[in-house]
C-alpha cells in the first residue's frame, strides 16, 4: 500500500517533470478539426485559434505548421501566420530550424521564415543534437547545425 502510493507520487513527479522541460518552449495548444477545418484549443478545450485551416499540426518551439491552399506555413500561439503558406510540406521546428520541402527537396528554414538551408536535399531529418540525416542521390551523410546557425 505505501509502496503504491510512493509510485503514484512518483509518477505525478515525473510527469509535473516532463510538463516543464517539454513545455517551457511549447504553447499549451492542440490541434482540433471541425468541419474539415482545423484550428486550436487550449487546455480547458476552448477554441483559441478557431478552424480555418486545410490541416495543422501540434506547437514546437512556440509555432505550428498549417496548410492553407496547398501549402505550408507557420502560425503563433495567437493564430497570426508569421510564416507564410509557400512550402509543399512543412514540418515541426528542431533547435531552432524547421524542415521544410519545396519542389521535392528538403531544406530548412529559421522562425522568421528564412531559407538557412536551401531545399537541395532528397530527404532530410530534423535535426537534433546538432545533426541532421540527408540523403542526396541515393547517398546517406550528415550536416552540423552549427555549420549554419552560430
Given amino acids: 500500500m505505501l509502496l503504491d502510493h510512493q509510485v503514484k507520487i512518483l509518477w505525478i513527479v515525473v510527469i509535473g517533470m516532463c510538463s516543464l522541460v517539454c513545455g517551457c518552449n511549447q504553447t499549451d ?5 471541425q ?4 484550428g486550436y484549443i487550449n ?4 477554441i483559441v485559434i478557431p478552424p480555418k485551416f486545410d490541416d495543422a499540426l501540434p506547437f514546437s518551439e512556440e509555432l ?3 496548410k492553407m491552399r ?3 506555413g507557420y502560425v503563433d ?3 497570426k501566420v508569421v510564416i507564410a503558406p509557400e512550402f ?3 514540418y515541426d521546428f528542431s533547435q531552432r ?3 521544410v520541402k519545396v519542389d521535392d527537396k528538403y531544406g530548412f528554414i529559421d522562425k522568421k521564415g528564412e531559407v538557412i538551408i536551401k531545399p537541395q536535399f532528397d530527404w532530410a531529418s530534423d535535426f537534433s543534437d546538432g545533426m541532421a540525416r540527408v540523403f542526396v542521390g541515393g547517398k546517406q551523410s550528415y550536416i552540423e547545425l552549427d555549420q549554419y546557425i552560430q
Fill in 64 to 66: 505550428a505548421a498549417i
Fill in 35 to 38: 468541419n474539415g477545418k482545423w
Fill in 70 to 72: 496547398d501549402k505550408w
Fill in 29 to 33: 495548444l492542440t490541434p482540433i478539426e
Fill in 43 to 46: 487546455s480547458k478545450k476552448e
Fill in 77 to 79: 500561439g495567437k493564430g
Fill in 97 to 99: 530550424l524547421a524542415r
Fill in 88 to 90: 509543399d510540406d512543412a
